[in-house]
Nanobody, 115 residues
Framework: QVQLVESGGGLVQPGGSLRLSCAQQ????????MAWYRQTPGNQRELVAR????????NYADSVKGRFTISRDNAKKTVFLQMNNLKPADTAVYYC????????WGQGTQVTVSS
C-alpha cells in the first residue's frame, strides 16, 4: 500500500521561508506526476503546485507563483516544496499526492504564517 508522509511545516513570520518534504512509501513514485495541495478549515483542498514525471514541467497556482518552488527526487521517492516570502494567506495544512490525486491522503503538515 502506498503511503504519503508530509513534513517540514511549522510557524513562521510573514516573509519567512519553509521547505516541505513528502516521502512516498511504496511503489511507482517516478511514474506519476506529483503535486502539493493545501486546505484551510471549511474550504476545499486546492492545488498549489504540480511537477511532471521528468521534472521538466512545473505549474503553480497564481497565488504562489514566484514564491514557491516544487521539486522531486525520484531516487528518494520524495517531493519538495520550497516556500519563500510566506504570507498569512498561505496558512493551511499542506498535502502531497499524485496529480490527479489518486492516493489516500496523508496526515498533511501544518503551515502557519503569523507575526
Amino acid at each position: 500500500q502506498v503511503q504519503l508522509v508530509e513534513s517540514g511545516g511549522g510557524l513562521v513570520q510573514p516573509g519567512g521561508s519553509l521547505r516541505l518534504s513528502c516521502a512516498q512509501q511504496g511503489y511507482a513514485f517516478s511514474a506519476y506526476n506529483m503535486a502539493w495541495y493545501r486546505q484551510t478549515p471549511g474550504n476545499q483542498r486546492e492545488l498549489v503546485a504540480r511537477i511532471d514525471i521528468s521534472t521538466t514541467t512545473t505549474n503553480y497556482a497564481d497565488s504562489v507563483k514566484g514564491r514557491f518552488t516544487i521539486s522531486r527526487d525520484n531516487a528518494k521517492k520524495t517531493v519538495f516544496l520550497q516556500m519563500n516570502n510566506l504570507k498569512p494567506a498561505d496558512t493551511a495544512v499542506y498535502y502531497c499526492n499524485r496529480h490527479p490525486p489518486t492516493l489516500t491522503w496523508g496526515q498533511g503538515t501544518q503551515v502557519t504564517v503569523s507575526s
